[in-house]
């Protein structure tokens, strides 16, 4: 009794947890950050735009999964950091604009952008 | 070891925990709040209507309606259900419905594939219901996921299993999952609103040239009022809406707006869609000679200096004539521009495109009255109007206005002297795009609009102006004075005004600047004089 009580009190806890901090991302900001940040970063670096249509929907998952930027040398998730967006705002609107916004709710914004703009997306996306 | 076993329960518990809340105390120094939306005062996934399978979008909207009971009877007044407005200036009956252009040329018999922009399901034809409720499409408006769609041949209705078409063609068309999409509506947006208006004529900014896909999020650049990371305006910021009506039509424009910026609680506030209804009559704060031109010149004029700024061209001329084309196997062919973008299609004809277009400029009081099928045109040198633009120098109501000028030749009647509306789009025998047949595709077009065809075939040059009122620039690029003020002006074609340098006459110059240094040595020798008189004395 007492072992099953213990494992519906931890089951509940858990899916509380999963639905109390469940985000529900915005593809539109993640849209707005991925063309004013990302792009506009990369149109001067040497790999040049990344169309978020020249990935599939798993490609990108896989990408943001392995957390890998530069070919391994930087982690993806600090250029959505807060101390990032700290650093560029004073030249990037966008990185100014969402200051506030927590680094995970800004990340999954863009994961769902990326999703929805992949080669086999419900909208496919270029870079503007 | 069952004490054992219960801490192996609770440790697993507590990884799905960690593993729920992980990155969030991972990544913040403590936990959030709990998100609150801001945007809307209703959550609508906790709505029990909303949390079932829906199998069509008539089931969505009654569901809708449920609560918003008045919703579709004000949707049933407007322009964007009717597709029909009376124009009380000049008792035309216009609206999408009985206008002719000369893009994709009119509606009548194309309803299935035209009314995928309709915010109604089902309109196929002239039975369709406009006194439904549930025919009307919530979603079109409200969607927030991106993912409503509407394929062009469905007659506005919704895929909800997915579904090979045409019939025939191998080509899937993917179900959407219209209970997600319920769940999560809100305010129009750029998004929603640009689902139509971005790609009216058949494409990404074919038809408007200052509306296109790149206004979904633009930069200060392309538009300083829909500017993503700055002001970030929807659509509906200018184009106020009242009981679901959206103001702010091109039928009626507002060319002058004399009435200042709008006060709160004024009764007759007029149209919320013109520059003014913000910036007042006398915007310029620090040069107010700008408000002298302001009188006479429409705001757009300046701070609107070219249109397709986005790097999506605009369709600018269109030959029908040209249509009906096939390569050696008898198929039908398409050609692109050294850009990869389509200037000939066979359904079609021949296209140009344009970006960042400079506007062409005329003088406007707002009326417009359109060439209707049953208007008689006459096949000669000048261009046929689709919409004759109204306005001059002396009216007191014309302002000087960019437009977009869009030229073609399409197909006419010239024994009875009309346009035509041709049964282009459909996967049947007569539908042109698939047959190439003028004939067939004229005659079911015109028995479907209902108006008469003599059976002979022609073509005609017309041309349709569209005012240009978005994308507008930030000051700092609104045109010099040089753009106008110069003998190469921008205005070099309009009358009845006096502008500086554009207008100077070198005789009247010369003599000007004559008297003016004649006077200059007047005065100096005058001056000569009274000193060496004084110094005598």
């Known amino acids: 009794m007492k072992l099953t009580t213990t494992l519906a009190v931890g089951t509940a806890l ?5 639905t109390a901090f469940a985000y529900d991302a915005d593809w539109k900001r993640g849209r707005v950050y991925y063309r004013s940040v990302c792009t506009s970063c990369h149109v001067t670096q040497p790999v040049g735009t990344i169309n978020p249509s020249s990935k599939t929907k798993a490609e990108w998952a896989a990408y943001v999964k392995a957390d890998k930027h530069g070919k391994g040398k930087e982690t993806v998730k600090q250029y959505v950091s807060k101390t990032y967006r700290e650093s560029i705002k004073s030249g990037n609107k966008a990185a100014e604009k969402f200051i506030a916004v927590p680094e995970t709710e800004l990340l999954a914004d863009i994961q769902l952008f990326l999703q929805r703009g992949a080669k086999d997306g419900e909208a496919p996306a270029s870079c503007n | 070891m069952r004490h054992s076993f219960t801490r192996a329960a609770l440790m697993l518990c507590s990884a799905g925990w960690l593993a729920a809340t992980g990155p969030v105390f991972a990544d913040e120094a403590k936990p959030e709040a709990k998100p609150l939306k801001l945007t809307t005062t209703a959550d609508h996934t906790k709505f029990k209507q909303l949390q079932k399978t829906f199998n069509s979008g008539p089931e969505v909207t009654k569901a809708c309606l449920e609560c918003h009971t008045e919703a579709a009877g004000q949707i049933h007044r407007t322009k964007h259900w009717k597709w029909e407005y009376l124009n009380p200036d000049t008792k035309q009956t216009l609206g999408k419905k009985t206008v002719v252009n000369n893009f994709c040329i009119s509606v009548a018999s194309n309803e299935a594939a035209c009314n995928s922009c309709h915010i109604g399901y089902g309109w196929k034809d002239a039975s369709f219901d406009f006194k439904s409720e549930e025919n009307v499409d919530c979603l079109a408006c409200h969607d927030t996921t991106g993912n409503y769609k509407k394929p062009s041949g469905l007659a506005g209705n919704v895929v909800t299993k997915d579904m090979e078409f045409p019939p025939g063609s191998g080509k899937v068309l993917k179900a959407i999952d219209l209970s997600k999409i319920a769940q999560k509506v809100g305010k129009s947006s750029r998004d929603t609103c640009g689902a139509c208006h971005f790609f009216g004529g058949g494409g990404d900014g074919v038809k408007h040239g200052d509306l296109d896909s790149s206004m979904s999020a633009p930069e200060k650049e392309l538009d300083v009022h829909m500017d993503a990371t700055g002001l970030d305006f929807s659509c509906g910021t200018c184009h106020k809406t009242s009981s679901h009506d959206v103001a702010g039509s091109r039928y009626t424009p507002t060319a002058k707006d004399s009435k200042g910026a709008h006060v709160r609680g004024k009764a007759d506030n007029g149209n919320p869609a013109t520059c003014v209804a913000c910036h007042s009559n006398a915007p310029h704060k ?17 701070h609107i200096p070219s249109f397709a700024r986005g790097g999506i061209p605009t369709k600018m001329t269109w030959d029908w004539s040209t249509a009906g084309q096939l390569d050696a196997n008898g198929k039908q062919i398409t050609k692109k521009d050294a850009k990869g973008r389509i200037i000939y299609e066979s359904r079609k004809g ?3 495109l344009g970006e960042n277009v400079k506007p062409e400029y005329v003088w406007f009081n707002g009326n417009v009255t359109y060439t209707l099928i049953t208007d008689k045109v006459e096949k000669s040198d000048q261009r046929t109007p ?5 306005g001059s120098p002396t009216d007191g109501k014309s302002m000087i206005w960019p437009m977009k000028v869009f030229r073609g030749s399409q197909p006419y009647d010239p024994v009875n002297k009309t346009l035509v509306t041709p049964h282009t789009a459909g996967n049947d025998d007569t539908g042109y795009w698939k047959n190439l047949n003028w004939d067939k595709a004229i005659a079911v077009g015109m028995n479907t609009s209902g108006h008469p065809f003599s059976g002979k075939i022609d073509f005609i040059k017309t041309e349709m102006s569209w005012p240009i009122n978005h994308m ?4 700092e690029k609104a045109l010099g004075c040089v753009e106008c003020h110069s003998k190469d002006s921008r205005l070099a074609g309009i009358k ?3 502008i500086p340098v554009r207008d100077n006459n070198k005789l009247l110059d010369t003599a000007g600047w004559a008297i003016v240094l004649l006077t200059l040595l007047g005065v100096l020798g005058h001056g000569a004089m009274r000193i060496v008189t004084a110094r005598r004395h």
């Open chain 2, 496 to 498: 009845g005004v006096y």
């Open chain 2, 386 to 390: 689709i919409n004759k633009i109204g």
């Open chain 2, 350 to 352: 021949d296209f140009t």
């Open chain 2, 286 to 302: 620090k040069e107010a000679r700008l408000n002298q031109h302001a009188t006479k010149i429409a705001c757009q004029t300046c």
């Open chain 1, 14 to 18: 858990s899916l509380f947890a999963s």
């Open chain 2, 472 to 475: 507008v620039a930030p000051k």
